[in-house]
C-alpha cells in the first residue's frame, strides 16, 4: 500500500488567513493525487484532483500543487464554509488510500 | 444533478450480516465506476471496495483488510451498488459512503458521494 501522511494533523486559523496542508506519498504519485474537504456531519467533497485541477464549482480561493511524493492544498482568505477537515487520496494504483486528514479550526 | 444515495444501515447485532445500497442519478450510472467507503467516529476515511464501470468492468477491488467479508456489486439496469458484509463486528461501526469513480491511467478519484448511511455493530 501507498501510505498518505497529512501535516499539520490540526491547524489554527482565522477569518482572512491563508493556509497550506502538506500531503507526502510513501513512493512517487507522480500527479495522481485528489484533494477533498468534509465539513462536520457532511459528506466529503472533492476539491481538486490530478494535484491542481480544480473541481468544478469549486472556489478559486483553493489551489494544489506538488508532484512525485510531495504536494500541498492551500486556501486563500479562509472564509466560515472553509472550517472542516481536508483530506488527500493518491489513486497512483487501484488501491486508493487517504491521509489521515488536516482539521482546519478557529 | 448527480445524486447518490445510500441505503440499508442500522442497528446489528455482532455476527450477523448486512447489505448496503446506493442509488444514482443525474448521470449516465453504467459508464462510471462506484466506490464504498467508511468512517468510524471521529477517525478517517477508509476505502473499501469500488467496481468499474464500462468498459473496464465490472471487475471488483478491494482494500486489503476488507477481502473476504467484503462483497461489491452492482446493476447497472437500476442504476444500484450494493455492498455486502458479513460477520460484523463492533469494529464495523461507522457511516459508510458510496461515491462515483473518475477513472485515470490506473486509479480512481472520486467526485460525487452520497450522504451516508450510519452502520452500528452492537449486541
Known amino acids: 500500500d501507498i501510505q498518505m501522511t497529512q501535516s499539520p494533523s490540526t491547524l489554527s486559523a482565522s477569518l482572512g488567513d491563508t493556509v497550506t496542508i502538506t500531503c507526502r506519498a510513501s513512493?512517487?504519485?507522480?500527479?495522481?493525487l485528489a484533494w477533498y474537504q468534509q465539513r462536520p456531519g457532511k459528506a466529503p467533497k472533492l476539491l481538486i484532483y490530478?494535484?491542481?485541477y480544480l473541481h468544478s464549482g469549486v472556489k478559486s480561493t483553493f489551489s494544489g500543487s506538488g508532484s512525485g511524493t510531495e504536494f500541498t492544498l492551500t486556501v486563500s482568505g479562509l472564509q466560515p464554509d472553509d472550517f472542516g477537515t481536508y483530506f488527500c487520496?493518491?489513486?497512483?494504483?487501484?488501491?486508493?488510500?487517504f491521509g489521515q486528514g488536516t482539521k482546519v479550526e478557529i | 444533478e448527480v445524486q447518490l444515495v445510500e441505503s440499508g444501515g442500522g442497528l446489528v447485532n455482532p455476527g450477523r450480516s448486512l447489505r448496503l445500497s446506493c442509488i444514482g442519478s443525474?448521470?449516465?450510472?453504467?459508464?462510471?465506476?462506484l466506490g464504498w467507503f467508511r468512517q468510524a467516529p471521529g477517525k478517517g476515511l477508509e476505502w473499501i471496495s469500488y467496481?468499474?464501470?464500462?468498459?473496464?468492468?465490472?471487475?471488483?477491488e478491494y482494500a486489503p483488510s476488507m477481502r473476504g467479508r467484503f462483497t461489491i456489486s452492482r446493476d447497472d439496469s437500476n442504476s444500484l451498488a450494493s455492498l455486502q458484509i458479513d460477520s460484523l463486528t463492533t469494529e464495523d461501526t461507522a457511516m459508510y459512503y458510496c461515491?462515483?469513480?473518475?477513472?485515470?491511467?490506473?486509479?480512481?478519484?472520486?467526485?460525487?458521494w452520497g450522504h451516508g448511511t450510519q452502520v452500528t455493530v452492537s449486541s
Open positions: 513512493q512517487t504519485i507522480d500527479s495522481w
Open positions: 490530478k494535484a491542481s
Open positions: 467496481i468499474r464501470g464500462r468498459p473496464y468492468g465490472p471487475k471488483p
Open positions: 487520496q493518491q489513486y497512483h494504483n487501484d488501491s486508493p488510500t
Open positions: 443525474g448521470f449516465s450510472f453504467g459508464d462510471y465506476a
Open positions: 461515491a462515483r469513480g473518475n477513472p485515470a491511467i490506473m486509479g480512481y478519484y472520486f467526485d460525487s
